[in-house]
Protein backbone atom coordinates (compact mmCIF):
# COMPACT_ATOMS: atom_id res chain seq x y z
CA UNK A 1 0.00 0.00 0.00
CA UNK A 2 0.78 3.87 -0.41
CA UNK A 3 2.94 4.80 2.39
CA UNK A 4 2.99 8.29 4.20
CA UNK A 5 6.16 9.63 5.62
CA UNK A 6 5.80 13.14 8.21
CA UNK A 7 8.77 15.05 9.47
CA UNK A 8 9.64 16.36 11.59
CA UNK A 9 8.04 14.22 14.20
CA UNK A 10 8.20 16.86 16.89
CA UNK A 11 8.49 20.62 16.27
CA UNK A 12 8.91 23.18 19.19
CA UNK A 13 8.63 26.63 18.31
CA UNK A 14 9.03 30.19 20.00
CA UNK A 15 5.60 32.05 19.39
CA UNK A 16 5.71 34.12 16.24
CA UNK A 17 8.19 32.01 14.55
CA UNK A 18 7.22 30.11 11.09
CA UNK A 19 7.63 26.34 10.47
CA UNK A 20 7.27 24.02 7.34
CA UNK A 21 5.88 20.72 7.96
CA UNK A 22 6.79 17.95 5.06
CA UNK A 23 4.44 15.22 3.80
CA UNK A 24 6.37 12.58 1.64
CA UNK A 25 4.12 10.05 -0.43
CA UNK A 26 5.06 7.01 -2.36
CA UNK A 27 2.38 6.99 -5.05
CA UNK A 28 0.03 8.79 -7.09
CA UNK A 29 -2.82 10.49 -4.96
CA UNK A 30 -6.34 12.39 -6.13
CA UNK A 31 -7.08 13.23 -2.63
CA UNK A 32 -4.29 14.88 -0.14
CA UNK A 33 -5.87 16.78 3.23
CA UNK A 34 -3.95 18.49 6.06
CA UNK A 35 -5.85 18.19 9.47
CA UNK A 36 -4.98 19.87 12.76
CA UNK A 37 -5.86 17.81 15.78
CA UNK A 38 -5.96 19.77 19.03
CA UNK A 39 -5.16 18.85 22.80
CA UNK A 40 -8.81 18.14 23.10
CA UNK A 41 -8.46 14.97 20.19
CA UNK A 42 -10.62 17.29 17.68
CA UNK A 43 -9.49 16.63 13.83
CA UNK A 44 -10.04 20.21 11.82
CA UNK A 45 -9.56 19.68 8.15
CA UNK A 46 -7.27 23.21 6.98
CA UNK A 47 -6.76 21.97 3.15
CA UNK A 48 -7.58 19.91 0.68
CA UNK A 49 -5.35 19.76 -1.65
CA UNK A 50 -4.28 17.12 -4.33
CA UNK A 51 -2.03 19.52 -6.11
CA UNK A 52 -1.34 23.26 -6.64
CA UNK A 53 -0.98 26.07 -3.52
CA UNK A 54 -3.45 27.56 -1.18
CA UNK A 55 -3.91 30.30 1.50
CA UNK A 56 -6.25 30.58 4.52
CA UNK A 57 -5.06 33.04 6.65
CA UNK A 58 -1.31 32.25 8.60
CA UNK A 59 -1.55 28.87 7.45
CA UNK A 60 -0.59 27.58 3.21
CA UNK A 61 -0.08 24.52 1.88
CA UNK A 62 1.83 23.37 -1.54
CA UNK A 63 1.63 20.22 -3.27
CA UNK A 64 3.61 18.79 -5.91
CA UNK A 65 1.77 15.84 -7.03
CA UNK A 66 4.54 15.00 -9.46
CA UNK A 67 7.23 14.91 -7.05
CA UNK A 68 4.82 13.23 -4.53
CA UNK A 69 5.14 15.74 -1.70
CA UNK A 70 3.45 18.03 0.53
CA UNK A 71 4.29 21.29 2.38
CA UNK A 72 2.34 23.31 4.99
CA UNK A 73 3.41 26.54 6.15
CA UNK A 74 2.99 27.98 9.54
CA UNK A 75 3.22 31.80 9.82
CA UNK A 76 3.97 34.06 13.00
CA UNK A 77 2.66 30.58 15.26
CA UNK A 78 0.66 31.00 18.02
CA UNK A 79 0.28 28.80 21.33
CA UNK A 80 -3.51 27.64 19.88
CA UNK A 81 -1.43 26.39 16.71
CA UNK A 82 0.07 23.90 19.34
CA UNK A 83 -1.01 20.11 18.36
CA UNK A 84 -0.83 17.35 16.13
CA UNK A 85 -0.46 18.03 12.18
CA UNK A 86 -1.52 15.12 10.07
CA UNK A 87 -1.18 14.78 6.17
CA UNK A 88 -3.89 12.07 4.49
CA UNK A 89 -4.20 10.78 0.94
CA UNK A 90 -6.35 8.89 -0.82
CA UNK A 91 -4.12 6.41 -3.37
CA UNK A 92 -5.05 6.99 -6.54
CA UNK A 93 -4.87 3.48 -7.91
CA UNK A 94 -5.28 2.17 -4.42
CA UNK A 95 -9.13 0.79 -5.73
CA UNK A 96 -10.77 2.17 -3.03
CA UNK A 97 -12.51 5.36 -2.62
CA UNK A 98 -12.34 7.93 0.28
CA UNK A 99 -9.90 5.57 2.35
CA UNK A 100 -7.69 8.51 3.76
CA UNK A 101 -4.53 6.72 4.85
CA UNK A 102 -2.89 9.36 7.28
CA UNK A 103 1.08 9.63 8.21
CA UNK A 104 2.21 9.57 12.00
CA UNK A 105 1.81 13.60 12.39
CA UNK A 106 4.06 16.27 13.45
CA UNK A 107 3.54 17.33 16.62
CA UNK A 108 3.71 20.64 17.45
CA UNK A 109 4.92 22.61 20.31
CA UNK A 110 4.29 26.63 20.43
CA UNK A 111 5.73 27.96 23.44
CA UNK A 112 4.63 31.40 24.69
CA UNK B 1 -24.82 24.69 10.84
CA UNK B 2 -24.06 21.61 13.48
CA UNK B 3 -20.99 19.63 12.79
CA UNK B 4 -20.22 15.53 12.93
CA UNK B 5 -21.50 14.67 16.18
CA UNK B 6 -21.07 11.64 17.99
CA UNK B 7 -22.30 9.28 21.32
CA UNK B 8 -21.18 8.69 23.51
CA UNK B 9 -17.98 10.72 23.72
CA UNK B 10 -16.71 8.34 26.28
CA UNK B 11 -17.11 4.71 27.09
CA UNK B 12 -15.66 1.82 29.53
CA UNK B 13 -16.71 -1.56 29.19
CA UNK B 14 -15.57 -4.59 30.56
CA UNK B 15 -13.63 -7.51 27.94
CA UNK B 16 -17.15 -9.46 26.47
CA UNK B 17 -19.45 -7.17 26.30
CA UNK B 18 -20.89 -5.44 23.41
CA UNK B 19 -20.72 -1.82 22.72
CA UNK B 20 -22.19 0.30 20.08
CA UNK B 21 -21.58 4.15 19.09
CA UNK B 22 -22.62 6.27 17.08
CA UNK B 23 -22.23 9.16 14.45
CA UNK B 24 -24.55 11.71 13.32
CA UNK B 25 -22.86 13.72 10.38
CA UNK B 26 -23.24 17.16 9.05
CA UNK B 27 -26.88 17.18 6.86
CA UNK B 28 -26.76 16.38 3.51
CA UNK B 29 -23.38 14.96 3.52
CA UNK B 30 -23.64 11.54 1.29
CA UNK B 31 -20.64 10.01 2.28
CA UNK B 32 -19.90 8.52 6.46
CA UNK B 33 -16.42 7.21 7.44
CA UNK B 34 -15.24 5.56 10.68
CA UNK B 35 -11.85 5.47 11.53
CA UNK B 36 -9.93 4.10 14.83
CA UNK B 37 -6.97 6.37 16.56
CA UNK B 38 -4.33 4.76 18.89
CA UNK B 39 -2.63 6.33 21.09
CA UNK B 40 1.02 8.44 18.94
CA UNK B 41 -0.92 7.07 15.82
CA UNK B 42 -3.10 8.73 12.95
CA UNK B 43 -6.81 7.80 12.38
CA UNK B 44 -6.86 4.29 10.43
CA UNK B 45 -9.46 3.31 8.14
CA UNK B 46 -12.33 1.01 9.10
CA UNK B 47 -15.36 1.62 6.77
CA UNK B 48 -17.37 3.96 4.55
CA UNK B 49 -21.05 4.55 3.69
CA UNK B 50 -22.04 6.36 0.60
CA UNK B 51 -25.63 7.09 1.35
CA UNK B 52 -26.80 3.99 3.03
CA UNK B 53 -24.81 1.42 1.40
CA UNK B 54 -21.24 0.45 2.80
CA UNK B 55 -18.81 0.70 -0.29
CA UNK B 56 -15.42 -0.46 1.82
CA UNK B 57 -14.44 -2.52 4.49
CA UNK B 58 -10.91 -2.29 6.22
CA UNK B 59 -8.71 -5.88 7.10
CA UNK B 60 -9.01 -4.29 9.98
CA UNK B 61 -12.33 -4.91 10.83
CA UNK B 62 -12.61 -8.59 12.27
CA UNK B 63 -16.26 -9.83 12.28
CA UNK B 64 -16.70 -8.59 15.43
CA UNK B 65 -17.39 -5.60 14.39
CA UNK B 66 -20.41 -4.36 12.17
CA UNK B 67 -21.61 -0.93 11.03
CA UNK B 68 -24.83 0.75 9.52
CA UNK B 69 -26.47 3.47 8.12
CA UNK B 70 -30.02 2.99 7.67
CA UNK B 71 -32.07 5.76 5.47
CA UNK B 72 -28.66 7.37 4.86
CA UNK B 73 -28.54 9.39 7.49
CA UNK B 74 -26.75 8.66 11.16
CA UNK B 75 -24.66 5.63 11.65
CA UNK B 76 -23.49 2.62 14.06
CA UNK B 77 -20.50 1.22 14.95
CA UNK B 78 -20.89 -2.44 17.04
CA UNK B 79 -18.34 -4.15 18.47
CA UNK B 80 -18.70 -7.35 20.00
CA UNK B 81 -17.03 -9.40 22.47
CA UNK B 82 -14.99 -6.81 23.29
CA UNK B 83 -11.20 -6.91 23.79
CA UNK B 84 -8.62 -4.92 25.34
CA UNK B 85 -6.87 -4.75 21.97
CA UNK B 86 -10.29 -2.65 20.85
CA UNK B 87 -9.26 0.42 22.96
CA UNK B 88 -8.73 3.65 21.25
CA UNK B 89 -10.34 6.61 20.07
CA UNK B 90 -13.35 6.02 17.48
CA UNK B 91 -13.85 8.77 15.20
CA UNK B 92 -16.88 9.62 12.51
CA UNK B 93 -16.35 11.54 9.42
CA UNK B 94 -18.50 12.69 6.71
CA UNK B 95 -18.09 14.58 3.55
CA UNK B 96 -20.25 15.79 0.52
CA UNK B 97 -18.88 14.37 -2.97
CA UNK B 98 -19.01 17.40 -5.07
CA UNK B 99 -16.72 18.91 -8.09
CA UNK B 100 -14.00 16.25 -7.81
CA UNK B 101 -13.46 17.36 -4.13
CA UNK B 102 -13.97 15.21 -0.71
CA UNK B 103 -13.04 16.85 2.00
CA UNK B 104 -13.29 14.99 5.62
CA UNK B 105 -15.14 16.73 8.40
CA UNK B 106 -14.30 14.83 11.72
CA UNK B 107 -16.42 14.42 14.89
CA UNK B 108 -14.85 14.64 18.14
CA UNK B 109 -14.58 10.95 18.67
CA UNK B 110 -15.46 8.03 21.14
CA UNK B 111 -13.08 7.15 23.63
CA UNK B 112 -13.61 3.41 24.07
CA UNK B 113 -11.62 1.29 27.13
CA UNK B 114 -11.99 -2.15 27.72
CA UNK B 115 -11.05 -3.27 30.94
Known amino acids: GIQVEQSPPDLILQEGANSTLRCNFS?????LQWFHQNPWGQLINLFYIPSGTKQNGRLSATTVATERYSLLYISSSQTTDSGVYFCAVEHEYGGSQGNLIFGKGTKLSVKP | DTGVSQDPRHKITKRGQNVTFRCDPISEHNRLYWYRQTLGQGPEFLTY????????KSRLLSDRFSAERPKGSFSTLEIQRTEQGDSAMYLCASSLIFQDTDTQYFGPGTRLTVL
Open chain 2, 49 to 56: FQNEAQLE
Open chain 1, 27 to 31: DSVNN
